[in-house]
Every structure is written in C-alpha cells, then in structure tokens.
C-alpha cells in the first residue's frame, strides 16, 4: 500500500514552461475572503488554455470546489463578485499522472481593496511504500545561493499536505533512509506560479539505493554573511530562513562549531557601533540556540566598525558591513 502525501508551493506570473501529461489532474480547495476567513460561496473556477478561457464550474453551497483540470491548462482563474480576480499560472513539473489530486486554497481581497500580492507554491504529491522510514529534503541550488531550505522526516505519514512557499528557481529533492542512502533524487525547476509535482519511490529504487556525498553539507560549510538594516539588530526573514539552514547543519553535525562574529558599518560613535555588533551576534547566537544547536557548538565575537567601511563610503558598501559572519570549524 502507498501513502499519498501533497504539499503547496505556488504563485506569481511568469512564461509558460508545462511539460506535458496527456491526462487530466484532480485540484480541490475554496475561495476565502483574506480578511474574515469565510468561504465565498459563490466563486466561479476557470481553466485558462492558449485559446482562451473555459468555466470548470462554480463551488458548492459549502464554499468548496473539487474539478479536473486539462494537462493544457496555462493558468486557473477565481472570479467572486465584489472581488478582486485571483489568476494563478499553473505549471507541470516532470510526469504527473491522473491519480494526482492536488488541494489549492486561493485568498481573495475586495474590490474596494487592495489586490493580493501573488506568490510561488510547490505543490507536492508522494506515493511512498507505508513501511519505509524516510528524510525528505529540498535544497535550492540557484546561482546567487545554494543552501538547504527545508526538510522532514516521514511528513506523508502524519498529513497529506504539506505547504512549501518559496521562491522559484532551481531546487534538488532527496529522500533518505536512515542509513544515508539515497533512495530518490530529482532535480528541477520551480516557475513563478502553481508547480504540481508528483514523486513515486518503488521497491526497486530501495533496493538500488546508494550512500550520496551530501553537496549541501559541502556548501554548509562555506562562511556565511548575514545582513541587517541600520543601526537594527533584528533578523529579516531572509536571515531567519539562512539560520534555519545553518541550524540544521549544525544539528546535524554534532562535531562542528560555529564562530558568530558581528559587524558594523562605520557610521555614528564607535563605543555605540561596538555594542550594536554585540547585540547583532548575540541575536543570532540566541537564534541558533531556540532552533535546537548545542551552546557548546556556538562561539560568538564582535568587532564593531572595525574592518569595514567608513562613513565616507557607499551606502551599497556600508550596506554589506552591517552582517554577522558566520565560520565553520
């Protein structure tokens, strides 16, 4: 028997790049309204194809929809009256065959509001032999970064969705056994929009698995720059989802240290820039420590405004002197 797990990663618009099925695919989910949380239950589904527009249909007295949609399909269109339309690119990644069904819960502004920022979903579904004691992790492999961005252990048989929203670009997905063996790798491209996915590991493909050298943990191990706004010691959620990275790392790698030095750029007083650079890796020391990392792994330092720029450079330049380095030893 297989378990079935799904999980979202979607939205934004961006050139159609829909590898074909030949087949149709389930999608189910509702129209909410973004700030009440109500179903809207009066909201119609549209397919969007070269050609135009065709109605799937519209949800039932509940508020919620379940369809079929083409493996053509360019884009889903929500239209509620007295709302804003929601429009979604869609796109397929690799085979997806017509057992696939795939949950989307669109959030829909009114007109006398401000339209809804559309995002980036990955849109998941696994069919994983029950028995199997897996770690499933996804690692983003652009060219302006490289770093482990999330993983789980045996999240398909807890729940059978599982929300991803992240960027578009280029990812790597693993499944691991306990014994580090790599029992499914793909690589591929996210695209702005809805991406459906669907992963499938067979008996055979576990019994032909092999130990991987781990690239990401090779990529961990490069010193890392984290950036703050002025005169702030605050972590941005870019910094937050690098340190989530490097916590796992470092829960990985009991072996492993890490030594925080905090920065600053060298605007203002220099006692004051000193403290701020302290407060800056004590933060993220303290970061590392809620994620679960050993006090006994961390090593913290600051040096304030020294080895960097001055008040007479660039603001791009200040800019990047107002970080927490981060050394793997």
């Excluded at 799937?56 to 269109?77: E, H, N, V």
């Excluded at 720059?225 to 702030?232: C, N």
């Amino acid at each position: 028997m297989y378990s079935c797990f799904l999980s979202l990663i979607a939205l934004f618009s961006a050139p159609q790049q829909t590898t074909q099925v030949n087949n149709t695919v389930g999608i189910y989910g509702s129209c909410r309204d973004n700030t009440t949380k109500d179903f809207l239950k009066n909201s119609a589904v549209y397919a969007g194809f070269k050609t135009g527009k065709q109605l799937l249909g519209q949800c039932d007295a509940t508020g919620k929809w379940d369809f079929r949609i083409p493996d053509s399909t360019q884009y889903l269109s929500f239209e509620v009256k007295g709302y804003h339309t929601v429009t979604y690119p869609i796109h397929f990644v690799g085979k997806v065959s017509s057992a696939a069904k795939f949950p989307l819960f669109v959030e829909m502004s009114e007109k006398d509001s401000l339209p809804l920022a559309v995002g980036t979903w990955h849109i998941y579904r696994f069919a994983v032999i029950d028995s199997l004691d897996l770690e499933h992790r996804w690692d983003i492999v652009n060219t302006t970064r490289y770093g482990m961005f999330y993983t789980n252990k045996n999240y398909y048989k807890r729940s059978p969705v599982i929300t991803l929203p992240y960027e578009e670009g280029k990812y790597v997905y693993r499944a691991f056994t306990k014994t580090g063996k790599v029992v499914l790798k793909r690589e591929f491209t996210i695209l702005p929009g809805v991406n459906f996915l669907e992963m499938t590991i067979q008996d055979n493909e576990v019994k032909d698995a092999v130990v991987e050298l781990d690239e990401s943990r090779i990529k961990s191990l490069k010193p890392k720059s984290l950036y703050f706004k002025q005169s702030s010691h605050d972590l941005t959620a870019q910094t937050k989802m690098e340190l989530d990275s490097v916590a796992r790392f470092l829960t990985n790698e009991k072996d492993r240290k890490a030594l925080i030095t905090g920065y600053t750029d060298g605007v203002g007083e220099r006692s004051k820039n000193m403290i701020l650079s302290e407060y800056r890796a004590k933060r993220v020391k303290s970061y590392l420590l809620e994620k679960g990392v050993s006090p006994q792994q961390l090593e913290i330092e600051w040096k304030g405004s020294s080895e960097t720029a001055t008040s007479s450079d660039s603001e791009e330049v200040k800019s990047k002197n107002r970080r927490v380095r981060i050394i793997f030893l």
